[in-house]
């Protein structure tokens, strides 16, 4: 996957993530809907891998799994454009 192209998929995940926090924010919830929250909050840290692996683009650490110093597949890429580790490494942090 050429730099080009991973930018693109990461700028379309940052607009869909955008798009889902401003949809939880006019669906007028509760500050105590839990359910709300945690959506909330996991479309924020999306973001904020989003963010890092644009961060991982500009300084040439994009596809290279800072556990094990390998490639990370273009196939998990594709997938997963902010994917920060391989398959494995990946597995083993979860």
């Known amino acids: 996957m050429a730099a080009h192209e991973a930018r693109q998929r990461l ?4 607009v869909t993530r955008l798009t889902q926090l401003r949809a939880v924010a006019e669906a007028g919830w509760a500050a105590d809907d839990h ?3 945690v959506q909330k909050e996991a479309v924020q840290r999306v973001l904020a891998e989003i963010e890092a692996a644009f961060a991982r683009l500009q300084d040439g650490s994009y596809r290279v799994c800072p556990d094990c110093a390998g490639p990370i597949p273009a196939e998990r890429l594709e997938i997963l454009p902010y994917a920060r580790r391989c398959v494995a490494c990946g597995r083993r942090a979860a």
């Open 11 to 14: 700028e379309h995940e940052r």
């Open 35 to 37: 359910v709300m929250v």
